[in-house]
């Protein structure tokens, strides 16, 4: 499953997720090291719960909210992911985005990933998070 692509700063979605959705959450800053590039990240943790309108149940539980910085640094790399976004329409979207979010859901020891319905049990409840199409 692909991450969701969001337009808000990772830090303003940590806050966003911290104050308005999750409860009892958590949050902790950490970076991974690439070969030649710092990730900087956050994970939120929490519990959530939403009705699903497609079973009329409850969804949710303890879930791990990872979102990525994935805003441009310099204004050289604004421009490089403006072209490529202009010569490669369906990249637009991720070449835009300034934060990428990927959602897991807590089974005994293990997490398992849950983006995609998150992302369908937001959207039925038209709940806004600053999402790109």
């Not at 994935?70 to 329409?89: C, D, F, L, N, Y």
């Not at 020891?109 to 999402?131: A, C, N, Y």
Request: proline share 3%; hydrophobic share 40%.
């Amino acid at each position: 499953m692909s991450p969701m692509l969001l337009t808000k700063n990772y830090r303003d979605v940590a806050d966003f997720l911290l104050t308005r959705l999750v409860k009892n959450g958590v949050l902790t800053e950490r970076q991974e090291e690439g070969a030649d590039l710092t990730i900087n990240l956050i994970d939120v943790v929490g519990d959530f719960q939403a009705l699903d309108m497609l079973t009329m149940d409850m969804w949710g539980g303890h879930l791990k909210f990872v979102l990525d910085d994935t805003e441009p640094k310099s204004e050289e790399e604004w421009q490089v992911r403006g072209e490529i976004a202009m010569h490669t329409p369906q990249l637009a979207a991720l070449c835009t985005s300034r934060a990428h979010m990927t959602v897991y859901l807590q089974k005994g020891e293990e997490w398992e990933e849950v983006t995609e319905d998150f992302h369908r049990i937001i959207s039925q409840g038209k709940l806004f998070l600053p999402m790109q199409k």
